[in-house]
């Protein structure tokens, strides 16, 4: 019989943490009928005064070669019924364990100020990262809260590997203790980083596909910027931003005009040459200010004039309605076999409970179109996951991992 991939995932909520460590060793090694060659875990920020002791209590229990891992504001984890279990603010412990014949494995730490200058190379890159380009890499991400290159670390992968897919999540505290943890085992021992970017590169008969929901609807019309400065918008269709924003906002509705006090986004145009745009074209934006005087308008990433945007709100129907969007168009593309072994999922703190007043929203829409996988992640402070073939880092965004065997030497 061919050595197949296998993925297993379990999740605890034993209030204890070597009880914890035991539950999900065990009812994760017990899914698999071979030995694991990969671990990821993911632990609560509930635990946060004891991460220090995750990696060696891991140890005692479970022999595997390669484990990440980081601290989130939640887990996300598959129960002993098969249920997907999004876990917020209470003591969670995931563990993934994947058997992975034919696929190669490596693991990474870089701090910003190892990162090349974007200028450089490929070569830079490929040397910094210590993975050839050839067979492509997919590449998982945990970042630290405060890892500021992780925004030229992306740019850097990309261009040093391209096809590549790059997805991943900012470690997150939940506002319990501010500290956050990534986790490293492989055959240099157990680490514990407080900063930087932890990344794993898997090589050869692995295939994994993004799904990246931002949860927004688009407002109004495109509108071209035709003046801008790093990140100001200063002329939107040749007119003061604030003067058009304000007309967009009049011709909303009472429940949307309210919306828009606290939900409002900005969505920049990925493809500069598609005529039509439609929901799911851009790339979400938050607005960090405005200049009531001249009538600018200051988001969060750099824009230059030419580039196209159109306002978005967010709210719980609208973040509904735009996974199920882009669930139904991943069914629809992707009928055929290999099929998808697993999921990761990587979510926005910010989403959850507190966006739809229920649990497990993401994950339950998620399984009504991709069931009976196992599904493991972290509520994070950013999201990573790619828009439009370009890797970004969001926020209020689920990205979900879908991971398959190519069938190679199967």
């Given at each position: 019989?061919?050595?197949?991939?296998?993925?297993?995932?379990?999740?605890?909520?034993?209030?204890?943490?070597?009880?914890?460590?035991?539950?999900?060793?065990?009812?994760?090694?017990?899914?698999?009928?071979?030995p694991?060659?990969?671990?990821?875990?993911?632990?609560?920020?509930?635990?946060?005064?004891?991460?220090?002791?995750?990696?060696?209590?891991?140890?005692?229990?479970?022999?595997?070669?390669?484990?990440?891992?980081?601290?989130?504001?939640?887990?996300?984890?598959t129960?002993?019924?098969?249920?997907?279990?999004?876990?917020?603010?209470?003591?969670?412990?995931?563990?993934?364990?994947?058997?992975?014949p034919g696929?190669?494995?490596?693991?990474?730490?870089?701090?910003?100020e190892e990162?090349?200058?974007?200028?450089?190379s490929?070569?830079?890159?490929?040397?910094?990262?210590?993975?050839?380009?050839?067979?492509?890499?997919?590449?998982?991400?945990?970042?630290?809260?405060f890892?500021?290159?992780?925004?030229?670390?992306?740019?850097?992968?990309?261009f040093?590997?391209?096809?590549?897919?790059?997805?991943?999540?900012?470690?997150?505290?939940?506002?319990?203790?501010?500290?956050?943890?990534?986790?490293?085992?492989?055959?240099?021992?157990d680490?514990?980083?407080?900063?930087?970017?932890?990344?794993?590169?898997?090589?050869?008969?692995?295939?994994?596909?993004?799904?990246v929901?931002?949860?927004?609807?688009?407002?109004?019309k495109?509108?071209?910027v035709?003046?801008?400065e790093?990140?100001?918008?200063?002329?939107?269709?040749?007119?003061?931003?604030?003067?058009v924003?304000?007309?967009?906002?009049?011709?909303?509705?009472?429940?949307?005009?309210?919306?828009?006090?606290?939900?409002?986004f900005?969505?920049v145009?990925?493809?500069?040459?598609?005529?039509?745009?439609?929901?799911?074209?851009?790339?979400?934006?938050?607005?960090?200010g405005?200049?009531?005087s001249?009538?600018?308008?200051?988001?969060?990433?750099?824009?230059?004039p030419?580039?196209r945007?159109?306002?978005?709100?967010?709210?719980?129907?609208?973040?509904?309605?735009d996974?199920?969007?882009?669930?139904?168009?991943?069914?629809?593309?992707?009928?055929?076999?290999?099929?998808a072994?697993?999921?990761?999922?990587?979510?926005?703190?910010?989403?959850?409970?507190?966006?739809?007043?229920?649990?497990n929203?993401?994950?339950?829409?998620?399984?009504?179109?991709?069931?009976?996988?196992?599904?493991?992640?972290?509520?994070?402070?950013?999201?990573?996951?790619?828009?439009?073939?370009?890797?970004?880092?969001?926020?209020?965004?689920?990205?979900?991992?879908?991971?398959?065997?190519?069938?190679?030497?199967?």
């Open positions: 019989m061919a050595d197949k991939m296998q993925w297993a995932n379990a999740l605890s909520t034993r209030p204890s943490l070597e009880a914890a460590v035991t539950d999900v060793v065990e009812r994760a090694v017990s899914s698999l009928t071979a694991a060659d990969l671990g990821l875990v993911f632990i609560s920020s509930a635990f946060a005064s004891e991460y220090s002791r995750l990696l060696p209590l891991l140890s005692e229990k479970l022999s595997v070669p390669v484990l990440i891992g980081c601290s989130g504001g939640g887990v996300i984890g129960t002993t019924e098969g249920q997907t279990q999004e876990l917020e603010a209470e003591a969670a412990l995931s563990l993934t364990l994947a058997h992975l696929v190669d494995l490596e693991v990474f730490h870089v701090v910003s990162l090349p200058d974007l200028d450089s490929p070569d830079a890159w490929i040397d910094l990262i210590g993975v050839p380009p050839s067979p492509t890499p997919q590449f998982i991400l945990l970042c630290s809260s890892s500021s290159g992780i925004n030229d670390l992306l740019q850097g992968l990309d040093a590997y391209p096809g590549s897919v790059t997805l991943g999540g900012q470690a997150s505290a939940g506002g319990m203790s501010g500290r956050t943890a990534l986790f490293c085992h492989d055959a240099g021992g680490r514990l980083y407080r900063e930087g970017t932890l990344g794993l590169a898997l090589s050869g008969n692995i295939a994994v596909e993004t799904i929901a931002q949860g927004c609807r688009p407002i109004g495109p509108l071209q035709t003046k801008a790093r990140n100001i918008i200063l002329e939107l269709d040749e007119q003061v931003p604030l003067v924003l304000r007309e967009v906002i009049a011709n909303l509705s009472e429940q949307e005009r309210m919306l828009a006090q606290h939900s409002l900005v969505g145009a990925m493809d500069g040459f598609k005529l039509t745009l439609q929901q799911g074209d851009f790339l979400i934006r938050g607005i960090l405005v200049d009531p001249a009538g600018a308008i200051a988001i969060g990433d750099r824009v230059r030419g580039q945007l159109q306002f978005h709100l967010r709210d719980a129907e609208a973040s509904a309605e996974l199920e969007l882009l669930l139904q168009q991943y069914q629809n593309q992707r009928n055929a076999e290999p099929a072994i697993a999921a990761l999922m990587f979510s926005c703190v910010g989403r959850g409970e507190g966006l739809y007043g229920q649990p929203f993401d994950s339950d829409l998620f399984r009504r179109y991709i069931k009976d996988i196992p599904v493991g992640g972290f509520f994070c402070g950013g999201e990573i996951g790619p828009i439009g073939g370009s890797t970004f880092l969001h926020g209020y965004t689920s990205v979900f991992g879908i991971c398959r065997a190519l069938g190679i030497g199967e």
